[in-house]
């Protein structure tokens, strides 16, 4: 029994919105792609999380700017300008390729003017977005219960982040993946990635991981792992960080090393049944990146320490830390 908040979200059951949704937020995310000045590991793409939906936040257009959300509450797309135009249409039961010709129109009538590549990227299918009558659900309830969830998760991933003072990525949506990420950099550089993404050209991957990592996250699922789960991973892979579950008791119950993800899995199901989901999710967190920090040999002292920010949370409830939800 749940004595939580926490929404159900059962891969199966809201596979089909989950698969037009991704495929809408695509088309969202490669407008940001193509307006936002390139930045380090494609983080000028990625959308994020907001009180009603997911946005692409504030994007540069010549002397202007405009921000697109996806309003999960009212079920709209809306398009706002900051001069002062805007738009908007219905999220409804409709394919891909009727969404992105609504799409087209509401860009003409705020005169925002780009080119966008119209096929889906890291996706098994490469059907182009004007030509996809097949994914074509659109559930409400699955819509709002999977963002009610991320809404829940950022929350918690912005506590993480907190206490480590390395370069680290803000909470990113990803559009492409349809995850919610976070990454920690230990301030070296990493071998060249192989590459291989379906359908995301080779630079773009080996441009993301150029720097040794340890990211977290939350994603709904797919064919090859079908079920909501959080998940971390390192890369390079130190020696050894597949087996920290054999070595570590930190671990939460329910964890596990997933051989062909090449990724720590915490399946949904058992943040469900915890009564306290922020704390579990928070362990697993910490728990698989002391595993990477541990086995990778990285400078914790330098990433981890700050003599004015521990003054600073001292001071103040408004800087909180890890124990402040663990109660």
Aim: net charge negative; aromatic share 14%; charged share 20%.
């Amino acid at each position: 029994m749940k004595h939580h908040s926490w929404p159900d979200l059962d891969y199966q059951q809201w596979k089909n919105t989950y698969e037009t949704l991704h495929r809408w937020c695509q088309i969202v995310g490669k407008l940001k792609l193509n307006k936002y000045p390139c930045t380090n590991h494609s983080w000028h793409s990625a959308l994020y999380i907001t009180p009603r939906g997911i946005s692409t936040m504030a994007v540069p257009d010549g002397n202007r700017n405009f921000s697109i959300e996806f309003d999960f509450i009212d079920n709209k797309l809306i398009f706002l300008s900051s001069d002062q135009r805007q738009a908007e249409f219905e999220l409804k039961n409709e394919s891909v390729a009727s969404f992105y010709r609504r799409f087209l129109n509401a860009l003409n009538k705020l005169d925002i003017k780009a080119h966008l590549d119209p096929h889906p990227n890291e996706l098994a299918d490469n059907i182009p977005f004007d030509q996809d009558t097949i994914h074509r659900t659109y559930v409400p309830k699955h819509a709002l219960h999977a963002w009610q969830i991320m809404v829940r998760v950022s929350n918690v991933m912005t506590i993480f982040r907190s206490n480590f003072i390395g370069k680290s990525s803000p909470v990113h949506f990803f559009w492409g993946s349809f995850d919610l990420a976070l990454t920690r950099f230990s301030g070296r550089t990493a071998p060249e990635h192989p590459g291989g993404v379906p359908h995301l050209p080779d630079v773009v991957v080996k441009e993301a991981y150029s720097n040794e990592v340890s990211s977290c996250g939350f994603w709904p699922g797919n064919e090859l792992y079908p079920h909501a789960a959080f998940y971390s991973y390192a890369y390079p892979e130190p020696e050894g960080f597949n087996r920290a579950s054999l070595l570590s008791s930190l671990l939460p119950a329910g964890a596990f090393y997933h051989d062909t993800l090449k990724e720590y899995i915490l399946p949904y199901s058992e943040v469900l049944k915890s009564e306290n989901p922020e704390k579990l999710i928070l362990n697993f967190f910490e728990s698989t990146y002391r595993a990477a920090c541990d086995f990778g040999k990285w400078d914790k002292d330098s990433l981890e320490k700050s003599f004015y920010l521990s003054q600073m949370r001292d001071k103040s409830t408004s800087f909180p830390a890890n124990d402040h939800v663990n109660g």
